[in-house]
């Protein structure tokens, strides 16, 4: 009687884990059931552009998102990931202005919008917060455009302006090379931050309502642009400099700024950001966004998982179907599902609104700006 006794408290005891793993996510569940979870950075497009089934074709069996594809994204995985809004990534590689980074620009936003008018009943194109509230409650994922890489512009704020008309919602400053205006953070840092007219690069992008991205910048150019935003800033993928010292993530003095400034850090699953062992896990993006938080608060964190432009991933976090889990680590961690909610979407949102709000405002006390680099910086100088 004694053994069956203990043979029965064991099982107790031994499923105890799962059941409070299925209640954290539960948990998880119904926060992401009501509040959209939106993605900064995904590199779909890219991928598309970049597969060997058919590059650049939408329409290549091997891209049906309503079938399982190579990629790390399809519709079934959003739909198990709870994914209500995302920034699909319009990149071109730095090496694409020797050879015209403003066309192969275009090309990645059509291929972007193709992807989302192929599928209507999923996606549609949001341009502004309230879009992805509407899209979000229709049933349907909201979908933004987000530049990688302000060398995409070719020092022009007439092209800024026609991309933003073409549906761009961010830009990321640098990508991986510095320009001309912006040193960027894994190049040569040449102009200590912004120059100028990198500076007004940033003024006219509050004008028009298009978000500041800041990953991939040095952290001069980090500080120089919120020195100069009038509207809150974002970081669609990157993480904690203060967790693990890598020159793409955020330094905490950085951190310390954001609740004046009212920017979010969307945190990535990119593994080397994430800590120098050979494996990241789950539990490594959990600490870099409670390392955020720690620091900046709960109004500043959001997801950027850079799902399609990452060859390893956390183990945990394969693909999109997996952001649920993250949640309910947290979850596990006490995280109430008012903070939750924040980190999953209502932080970016209040972000949008924002930006939306200061556009206005300088949109009445300003015209569009006419000013070159030329003027501002007396010239283009010359790369290494």
Known sequence: MRRVAFLLFAAILAGAPA???????????????????????????????????????????????????PFMTDIARLRAGMVGGQ??????PYESVETGASKMQLEQIDIALQVIDRYPDVFELALDASDVERIYASG?????????????????????????????????????????WADSALDEHRHGGLTAFGKEVVREMNRLGMLVDLSHTSPETMHDALDVAEAPVIWSHADAGGLRD?????????????????????????????????????????????????VAGHDHVGIGSDFDGIDSWPLGLEDVSTFPALFAELARRGWSEEDLAKLAGENILRVMREAEA??????????PSTATIEALDGGIMDRP
């Open 19 to 69: 059941r409070a793993q299925d209640a954290n996510l539960e948990l998880a569940r119904r926060v992401l059931a009501r509040t959209p979870l939106i993605d900064g950075h995904n590199d779909l497009p890219w991928a598309i552009r970049e597969s060997e089934a058919g590059p650049r074709d939408v329409r290549t069996p091997a891209h049906d998102l309503r079938a399982h594809t």
């Open 87 to 92: 920034f699909w990534s319009v990149y071109v």
């Open 140 to 180: 349907r994922i909201a979908s933004m455009l987000g530049m990688e890489g302000g060398h995409a512009i070719e020092n022009s704020l007439g092209a800024l302006r026609g991309f933003y008309a073409m549906g761009a919602r961010y830009m990321t400053l640098t990508h991986n090379g510095t320009l001309d």
């Open 246 to 294: 890598h020159p793409r993530n955020v330094p905490d003095d950085v951190l310390r700024r954001l609740p004046e400034n009212g920017g979010v850090v969307m945190v990535t699953f990119v593994p080397s950001f994430l800590t120098e062992r050979a494996q990241a896990t789950i539990s490594d993006v959990a600490d870099h966004i409670e390392h955020v938080v720690g």
């Open 358 to 367: 200061v556009a206005r405002r300088l949109q009445r006390e300003r015209p």
